[in-house]
């Protein structure tokens, strides 16, 4: 399949400080891929680079089969920035309006049913919009021509909970429609709710690409079993990627790293009348792209 979005080598310095340094990824077509990572630590600059928003000091990029700066392309795509700075006296819904003509035209009750599903109130004017409705207007105007490509960049940030499950539903619906999704997000559970696949970015650089499945697999998860008697710790000793292991009488408390296969297959030999396992957290999965390894590097100069 041809990538949606093709990045190759794509380096982005200000001065002498690394915005974005040597990213290589493609994205396919009918996935989500969340891109995540801390305020600045690139998402931006590298959606701003795909978009042709600033260009890059070395690196190439493709959209679509295309450079993203000709016309044709950005018509089909529909973009979130992370500032969106809507100050205008206008209204809107006559805002919207302006973008739909603009666009090649968009039917209302289109525009309508956006700001329906995302309780957005269209006839107050701009500058008196708080944060969170300027919000929604930013994501009705990315969505409303249904482009090809969807960039969204920290896409809920001021929405309230209700209203961020029904943007996560939106997203849903472009990945079934075959379109395709890029979104950054320092919010690991809202990535992990919809993304195929997940970037993480540390410092500028991307140090991984992994479904959300694998990403889980990497977890310390937290878990408890209860015997009907009694069980002898030795029976549960040395099994791989089981730590912490504490047996007192009839109770077994743990933490496993990756898979629990070895664990369970210890247990079964006992009667287990009670299990608690802690599902693994995201945000400490990613976390661990965040040690202290490679701090020095974090302040290299470009070559």
């Excluded at 743990?254 to 945000?283: M, N, Q, Y």
């Amino acid at each position: 399949m041809t990538a949606v979005v093709r990045a190759e080598g794509l380096t982005k310095y200000y001065g002498r400080r690394r915005g974005l340094e040597d990213l290589t990824l493609e994205i396919r077509p009918g996935e989500v891929f969340g891109y995540l990572g801390p305020n600045g630590a690139g998402k931006t600059t590298t959606i701003r680079l795909l978009l042709d928003v600033i260009r890059p000091t070395r690196g190439h990029v493709t959209v679509l089969g295309a450079g993203s700066r000709e016309a044709a392309v950005r018509a089909r795509i529909g973009y979130l920035p992370g500032e969106l700075a809507l100050e205008g006296r206008e209204r809107a819904r006559d805002y919207l309006a302006f973008l739909a003509r603009v666009r090649g035209g968009v039917p209302p009750a289109r525009i309508r049913a956006l700001a329906e599903r995302l309780d957005a109130d269209l006839s107050v004017p701009m500058r008196k919009l708080s944060k969170g409705n300027k919000q929604k207007v930013g994501l009705i105007q990315a969505f409303m021509h249904e482009p090809e490509l969807l960039v969204l960049d920290e896409p809920t940030g001021g929405l309230d909970p209700l209203v961020q499950q029904e943007f996560l539903a939106m997203v849903r619906e472009v990945r079934a429609s075959g379109r395709t999704v890029l979104m950054s997000s320092h919010v690991l559970a809202e990535v992990e709710h919809v993304s195929d696949r997940v970037g993480i970015v540390r410092a500028g650089r991307l140090v991984a690409v992994e479904n959300v499945a694998a990403l889980r697999e990497k977890a310390v998860r937290r878990v408890e079993l209860h015997f009907d008697a009694p069980v002898p710790a030795e029976a549960f000793a040395g099994l791989p990627g089981v730590r912490e292991l504490r047996v007192e009488g009839a109770a077994l408390s743990c933490t496993i790293d990756g898979r629990p296969d070895a664990l369970v297959k210890a247990a079964a030999r006992f009667t287990v009348v009670h299990l608690v396992s802690e599902e693994p957290d995201l945000e400490e999965i990613f976390l661990t792209y965040y040690s202290e390894e490679g701090r020095d590097d974090d302040r290299q100069e470009p070559a």
